[in-house]
Nanobody, 122 residues
Framework: DAQLVESGGDLVQPGGSLRLSCATSGLTFTRYSIGWFRQAPGKEREGVSCISGSDGSTIYADSVKGRFTISSDNAKNTVYLQMNRLKPEDTAVYYC???????????????WGQGTLVTVSS
């Protein structure tokens, strides 16, 4: 069975940076796109960024473009989300999943894990 485990969340001040990791196992990494989602308190979960395992193409939500960078290490079957210039509104639990994005709709293919909490606050 496929497993995806998120890590790297922390408390950070506005303007700071964090790198999240999504370690995968039990799946053929290059066959899927892996995406990051987030859910802020009282809000619906939303897609943040996605990377294709086959060609490395990327997608970003408008709210994070220019601040977040998604990358992957195929040898380690791990996807990273580098988050810079963090804002309080980035505070959320971040999740990763195999992902399909069609017509700007984000679909997660895996059961949600525990996620990793990012808190942006002074």
């Amino acid at each position: 069975d496929a497993q995806l485990v998120e890590s790297g969340g922390d408390l950070v001040q506005p303007g700071g940076s964090l790198r999240l990791s999504c370690a995968t196992s039990g799946l053929t990494f290059t066959r899927y796109s892996i995406g990051w989602f987030r859910q802020a308190p009282g809000k619906e979960r939303e897609g943040v960024s996605c990377i294709s395992g086959s060609d490395g193409s990327t997608i970003y939500a408008d709210s994070v473009k220019g601040r977040f960078t998604i990358s992957s290490d195929n040898a380690k079957n791990t996807v990273y989300l580098q988050m810079n210039r963090l804002k309080p509104e980035d505070t959320a639990v971040y999740y990763c999943s195999r992902t399909v994005v069609e017509d700007n709709l984000w679909y997660a293919l895996d059961t949600w894990g525990q996620g990793t909490l990012v808190t942006v606050s002074s």
